[in-house]
Nanobody, 126 residues
Framework: QVQLVESGGGLVQAGGSLRLSCAGS????????MGWFRQAPGKEREFVAS??????????NYADSVKGRFTISRDSAKNTVYLQMNSLKPADTAVYYC?????????????????WGQGTQVTVSS
C-alpha cells in the first residue's frame, strides 16, 4: 500500500511552467507504475503521463496532447514523482492526480490504477 500526496499546483499564465510533485509514503514508488491524470471541469479524467521500471530500464509514456511539453520523472531517494509542465496552455487547466498501479503495467487506463492522491489544481490563464 502507498499513500500519495500531490503538490505544486497553482495559477500560471499561458506559456509558463509548473512542476508538480507526488510524494509517496508506505512503499517505494519505484515498485509501481506511477501515473499522472487530469480532470478538467465537465470532462472525464484523462491520462497524462506514466513512468515505470522494467527490465530494460525506465519507461515513460505521454498523452499526445502533452508530448514535447511535459516530462515525468522520479526521484527514488525522495520517493517522489514529478511532472514538469512547460509551454502551458489554457487547455491544460485541470485538477491533476497522481496514481500508482501495482502490477507495473504501462497503462493509460485509470481503472487499472490502485492508489490515488487527492489532486492539485492547475489553472492556466490566457
Amino acid at each position: 500500500q502507498v499513500q500519495l500526496v500531490e503538490s505544486g499546483g497553482g495559477l500560471v499564465q499561458a506559456g509558463g511552467s509548473l512542476r508538480l510533485s507526488c510524494a509517496g509514503s508506505g512503499r517505494a514508488v519505484s515498485t509501481f507504475t506511477m501515473g499522472w491524470f487530469r480532470q478538467a471541469p465537465g470532462k472525464e479524467r484523462e491520462f497524462v503521463a506514466s513512468i515505470v521500471s522494467s527490465w530494460s530500464g525506465i519507461s515513460t509514456n505521454y498523452a499526445d496532447s502533452v508530448k514535447g511539453r511535459f516530462t515525468i520523472s522520479r526521484d527514488s531517494a525522495k520517493n517522489t514523482v514529478y511532472l514538469q509542465m512547460n509551454s502551458l496552455k489554457p487547455a491544460d487547466t485541470a485538477v491533476y492526480y497522481c496514481a500508482a498501479e501495482s502490477s507495473r503495467r504501462s497503462t493509460v487506463i485509470q481503472d487499472e490504477y490502485d492508489y490515488w492522491g487527492q489532486g492539485t489544481q492547475v489553472t492556466v490563464s490566457s
